[in-house]
């Protein structure tokens, strides 16, 4: 494991750019430099900033400093039989921890296993007036003060530069098993997909595309049997199905070669199929759902909002300026307070979310 | 206990002020909805933590969300200041009145207004008995996960804003994980959607803010909550150890498996025998201390990791590895666990309960410091521990009719939290900050990390008007101790099971 503790200087180069009043753009590996509006400002590398502080198997929690690799936290886990539950997506192997958190991206198991805000314990920050802050902890329950540590997952850095991130981790299930039923309509897949939610399954993902469903159940051997036996659907090949989920979570699936602007629509589970034409991808049983499409932000956010949910422009926006769904008014004055209150001068990641934080 | 806290007990208003501030809420809620006179106040002048008490000068039930909104308007207007209560069964104070202020119950807002099995949610207010939502989604295979020991009583609201956990937390998450979406009034009175209908929402995760807030940030009056499917079957493991290093490792053993029990809970031998007196669970009295390891799933994978636990369990030293028989078993091995706090209420005069939570490993070494402390307080302690997830409960065991005891069981308390903190761990797992631990505030964070809250505060509500006095401290006011002061064995609610 490479990397060292580069706190101190971190700090030193906030405290500057305060005295400059110096706008920072916080950069681990720079692989989701597409995701968000546009960065701005001096760059502030996080990838020295690497290492695992802390890892205690049993604990079930591993503390790591944010500029360590994505993939080599995953092979330090992988090692002792252990996983972040979230399966996060990797876009790149410069993929940084502390950007994955700052963007709470999580992978197909979410729904079963949690986002990456539900696995964060603790995170050491340095907000925008250059102190360094600890919040949370490495223990699973925590109510002592206000929960700082899950409002940066997700924040893009808008708050805080995260310095360390604590992780509850989960052991890797004893066997998997993907089954697959072809030839199945939207409407239909996700009635099925309904239907095995209510039932104690052991699912760990649910995806559905080029008129395929396909389930992936976690457990032990005797589990599974009982879970296969209650539910329909081939077994895909072992190399098949990792490959596909792989795939889904990293977007490098055929699908996600299209060039046009890539929606995200996070949407209640049970929405029935959106009447917006083009090719959809659903992810997390139905409750994310993606497409290539070139109709309007204002079209895509309005679908969105209406079922309950939200929009992003993903990847590929057709409008810089149009990546995130509005918030409504008092929701964004609360934002706007909030990072007030973290980042006074308005440094940190400045407009990488929302043009006003 | 005297503690003073300007916040708590601000200038008395004059009596027009006070006039007017009645009859601005008797506009506001029907005559029967509005208490102010002293015997009505007296049922609310304290929480679960009942050596705080203070009579507010005026109690609001609203049954309505425009009613919670227009008080909190005028509260707003009048700079007056509002705690919100649920069922008032919180342990750590957090729900105790201001001496000049309005008592806020949520507790006629107790509808359940949605369920949906399709999308595994229901939508309700925030006076819902916790146990009310799984009771009610029940014939559906369907169930609330998080379950404090009071939810029998406690509601959803208050559950929200203490980030309540329960046995189940390690494998099925605490409050804040539980939960999609919420209504929120804010202190000047505006109605607010926290989270969406889906798994997430733009922007910050304000949803995970507002958990376990202690009322500081704004008044909850709607919540979404997650279903669960109940699980094909749930067994438990009882197994007994001559000694609580044994044990603790025998935790780790488990968890190194690759195995989450669904419930996994320690007792040291004071406990287990106060415990076995009180409800005749069954449990080996000459052990030092017991494991309740409990595994749900699958009925096929609950027998295979059955076995695998017994083996482990018996691998790491256990001198017993007993399965319940039944269901009628099952439940009778809880019950001791659940009843551990009236039960060691039984063979003192008071208790005073502990919070702590810890890194696992070091349990060794927190249960030996509290051993010593214990001696050399000479206090004895009676340690439960929620061992898969590390939030030990010790209970100091005294008689405040000594004079000077009382005294010295806070300071033994104090000390045992400034352990936990040393070794890692934080002061408060899960009853909360609230007024009891408001001093512990200052041993975890620092001066910044506290400032920072109170800028987080400030975002919310800049005339501190919320819950005044609450779960931070202010910088120049970290001195004194508070504690769970239960005297002859009686609890604000002796027939809740307490953890």
């Keep these: 494991m490479t990397g060292r503790d580069c706190s101190e200087a971190l700090q030193a180069q906030v405290r500057e750019a305060i005295a400059d009043r110096q706008p920072l753009c916080i950069r681990g590996g720079g692989t989701k430099d597409f995701l968000g509006r546009t960065p701005q400002g001096l760059p502030l590398a996080l990838d020295q900033h690497a290492g695992i502080v802390n890892y205690e198997p049993t604990e079930l929690v591993v503390t790591v400093r944010a500029g360590t690799r994505l993939g080599e936290l995953e092979q330090a886990l992988s090692e002792r039989g252990q996983m972040l539950a979230f399966e996060p997506p990797s876009f790149g192997p410069a993929?940084?921890?502390?950007?994955?958190?700052?963007?709470?991206?999580?992978?197909?198991?979410?729904?079963?296993?949690?986002?990456?805000?539900?696995?964060?314990?603790?995170?050491?920050?340095?907000?925008?007036?250059?102190?360094?802050?600890?919040?949370?902890?490495?223990?699973?329950?925590?109510?002592?003060?206000?929960?700082?540590?899950?409002?940066?997952?997700?924040?893009?850095?808008?708050?805080?530069?995260?310095?360390?991130?604590?992780?509850?981790?989960?052991?890797?299930?004893?066997?998997?098993?993907?089954?697959?039923?072809?030839?199945?309509?939207?409407?239909?897949?996700?009635?099925?997909?309904?239907?095995?939610?209510?039932?104690?399954?052991p699912i760990t993902a649910a995806a559905y595309c080029d008129d395929e469903l396909r389930l992936r159940l976690g457990g032990t051997e005797s589990g599974l049997a009982a879970a296969r036996a209650v539910i329909a659907g081939e077994p895909m090949d072992a190399g098949?199905?990792?490959?596909?989920?792989?795939?889904?979570?990293?977007?490098?699936?055929?699908?996600?070669?299209?060039?046009?602007?890539?929606?995200?629509?996070?949407?209640?589970?049970?929405?029935?199929?959106?009447?917006?034409?083009?090719?959809?991808?659903?992810?997390?049983?139905?409750?994310?759902?993606?497409?290539?499409?070139d109709a309007a932000p204002e079209r895509l956010f309005e679908i969105a909002g209406q079922a309950g949910g939200h929009g992003t422009a993903f990847r590929n926006a057709a409008d810089p300026d149009q990546v995130f769904q509005p918030l409504a008014p008092g929701i964004a004055r609360l934002h706007r307070r909030l990072k007030q209150a973290f980042d006074p001068h308005g440094l940190l990641n400045p407009g990488r979310m929302y043009a006003d934080l | 206990?005297?503690?003073?806290?300007?916040?708590?007990?601000?200038?008395?208003?004059?009596?027009?002020?006070?006039?007017?501030?009645?009859?601005?809420?008797?506009?506001?809620?029907?005559?029967?909805?509005?208490?102010?006179?002293?015997?009505?106040?007296?049922?609310?002048?304290?929480d679960g933590l009942s050596a705080y008490r203070r009579l507010p000068l005026a109690v609001a039930l609203?049954?309505?969300?425009?009613?919670?909104?227009?008080?909190?308007?005028?509260?707003?207007?009048?700079?007056?200041?509002?705690?919100?209560?649920?069922?008032?069964?919180?342990?750590?104070?957090?729900?105790?009145?201001?001496?000049?202020?309005?008592?806020?119950?949520?507790?006629?807002?107790?509808?359940?207004?949605?369920?949906?099995?399709?999308?595994?949610?229901?939508?309700?207010?925030?006076?819902?008995?916790?146990?009310?939502?799984?009771?009610?989604?029940?014939?559906?295979?369907?169930?609330?996960?998080?379950?404090?020991?009071?939810?029998?009583?406690?509601?959803?609201?208050?559950?929200?804003?203490?980030?309540?956990?329960?046995?189940?937390?390690?494998?099925?998450?605490?409050?804040?994980?539980?939960?999609?979406?919420?209504e929120l009034v804010t202190i000047d009175g505006e109605l607010l959607t926290i989270g969406t209908e889906a798994l997430d929402a733009p922007g910050y995760d304000l949803l995970a803010l507002m958990t376990g807030s202690e009322g500081m940030l704004g008044v909850i009056v709607e919540i979404t909550v997650k279903l669960t499917p109940k699980p094909e079957r749930a067994q438990v493991i009882l197994a007994a150890f001559d000694d609580v290093v044994t044990a603790g490792a025998a935790v780790g053993a488990i968890i190194a498996h690759g195995i989450i029990p669904a419930g996994l809970e320690m007792m040291d031998k004071l406990a287990i025998q106060a415990a076995e007196d009180f409800v005749h669970a069954g449990y080996p009295r000459e052990a030092a201390a017991i494991l309740l390891c409990e595994l749900d799933g699958a009925n096929a994978e609950v027998t295979e990791q059955i076995l695998v636990v017994r083996r482990i369990l018996t691998e790491c030293g256990a001198t017993e590895a007993r399965t319940a028989r039944d269901d009628a078993e099952?439940?009778?091995?809880?019950?001791?666990?659940?009843?551990?706090?009236?039960a060691v209420g039984r063979i003192s005069p008071d208790y005073y309960c502990m919070d702590g939570t810890i890194p696992r490993k070091r349990l060794p070494d927190v249960l030996k410091g509290i051993d010593d402390l214990?001696?050399?307080?000479?206090?004895?302690?009676?340690?439960?521990?929620?061992?898969?997830?590390?939030?030990?409960?010790?209970?100091?065991?005294?008689?405040?009719?000594?004079?000077?005891?009382?005294?010295?069981?806070?300071?033994?308390?104090?000390?045992?939290?400034?352990?936990?903190?040393?070794?890692?761990?934080?002061?408060?797992?899960?009853?909360?900050?609230?007024m009891e631990k408001i001093d512990q505030m200052c041993v975890q964070f620092r001066a910044p990390e506290l400032s920072q809250f109170h800028a987080v505060k400030a975002a919310f509500d800049p005339d501190g008007l919320l819950n005044p006095g609450k779960a931070v401290p202010t910088l120049h006011r970290c001195a004194e101790l508070g504690a769970m002061h239960v005297h002859h064995g009686k609890l604000p609610f002796p027939e809740l099971e307490r953890f």
Excluded at chain 1, 280 to 291: H, K, M, N, S
Excluded at chain 2, 157 to 177: D, I, M, R
Excluded at chain 2, 332 to 341: D, E, I, L, P, V
Aim: proline share 7%.
């Design chain 2, 1 to 46: 206990m005297t503690h003073s806290h300007d916040a708590l007990d601000p200038p008395e208003l004059t009596p027009t002020a006070k006039a007017e501030l009645l009859a601005a809420l008797a506009r506001i809620l029907p005559k029967e909805a509005l208490l102010h006179e002293t015997e009505d106040l007296r049922p609310y002048e304290c």
């Design chain 1, 240 to 293: 098949e199905a990792a490959a596909f989920w792989l795939g889904l979570k990293n977007h490098q699936l055929p699908f996600f070669a299209d060039q046009r602007p890539l929606w995200r629509l996070s949407v209640p589970v049970n929405l029935a199929p959106i009447p917006l034409a083009g090719e959809w991808l659903y992810d997390w049983g139905g409750a994310q759902r993606w497409i290539h499409s």
């Design chain 2, 330 to 342: 099952r439940l009778r091995f809880w019950a001791g666990r659940k009843n551990a706090f009236p």
């Design chain 1, 95 to 201: 993929a940084t921890i502390g950007g994955t958190i700052a963007c709470n991206l999580s992978g197909p198991a979410r729904p079963y296993a949690g986002a990456a805000r539900d696995a964060v314990l603790g995170v050491k920050l340095l907000n925008g007036k250059g102190e360094i802050l600890r919040f949370g902890g490495e223990v699973m329950k925590n109510v002592a003060g206000y929960d700082v540590s899950r409002l940066m997952v997700g924040a893009m850095g808008t708050l805080g530069v995260l310095l360390e991130v604590s992780i509850k981790v989960l052991p890797r299930p004893e066997h998997e098993i993907t089954l697959t039923q072809p030839g199945l309509p939207a409407a239909a897949a996700l009635e099925r997909l309904h239907a095995l939610a209510r039932q104690p399954i």
């Design chain 2, 62 to 182: 609203p049954e309505r969300v425009d009613q919670v909104q227009a008080i909190l308007r005028l509260c707003h207007e009048r700079r007056v200041p509002v705690v919100a209560r649920g069922a008032g069964t919180g342990l750590s104070g957090g729900a105790l009145p201001v001496s000049q202020g309005v008592l806020l119950s949520l507790a006629k807002l107790n509808q359940i207004l949605e369920i949906d099995p399709e999308r595994r949610i229901a939508r309700v207010q925030p006076g819902v008995r916790n146990l009310a939502i799984s009771q009610a989604v029940d014939h559906l295979g369907l169930y609330y996960a998080p379950d404090p020991s009071s939810q029998i009583a406690c509601t959803i609201g208050g559950n929200v804003a203490e980030n309540s956990g329960g046995v189940h937390c390690l494998k099925y998450g605490l409050t804040v994980h539980n939960i999609q979406r919420l």
């Design chain 2, 374 to 434: 214990s001696r050399a307080y000479g206090l004895p302690v009676a340690n439960v521990f929620h061992a898969g997830d590390g939030n030990l409960h010790p209970l100091i065991l005294y008689d405040a009719n000594r004079p000077g005891e009382l005294e010295r069981t806070e300071e033994l308390g104090g000390k045992i939290l400034e352990l936990c903190v040393e070794v890692g761990g934080t002061i408060t797992g899960e009853h909360g900050v609230g």
